[in-house]
């Protein structure tokens, strides 16, 4: 089994700054892909930003220049910076992790999910 948890939502003001963290745990040999979508209510998930395994970053262009991915390999962890914050950025989001189980079964992992609200 493999489980993504995230944290680190919440409500800030437009304008402020949020840290997300997601965490991959369980059978795991490899993760390739790291990523955070978000789903805004009657509206699609669209991607907010991925990140390889060595490194490479690709961003959605509402959030370029504002969001900051990052992972830390060693922990199976990644990380949302997200600053200068709008209300439009308010939806629930979800890591995804495209990564091989110890059984060497590839696959895509999702988390439960985390509220971010902006709002004055």
């Known amino acids: 089994q493999v489980h993504l948890v995230e944290s680190g939502g919440g409500l800030v003001q437009p304008g402020g700054s949020l840290r997300l963290s997601c965490a991959a745990s369980g059978k795991i040999f490899s993760i390739y892909i790291m990523g955070w979508y978000r789903q805004a209510p009657g509206k699609q998930r669209e991607l907010v930003a991925d990140?390889?395994?060595?490194?490479?970053?690709n961003y959605g262009d509402s959030v370029k220049g504002r969001f900051t991915v990052s992972r830390d390999n060693a922990k199976n962890t990644a990380y949302l910076q997200m600053n200068s914050l709008r209300p439009e950025d308010t939806a629930v989001y979800y890591c995804s992790a495209d990564l091989m189980t110890d059984s060497r079964r590839a696959d895509i992992y999702w988390g439960q999910g985390t509220q971010v609200t902006v709002s004055s």
């Open positions: 990140i390889s395994n060595d490194g490479v970053t």
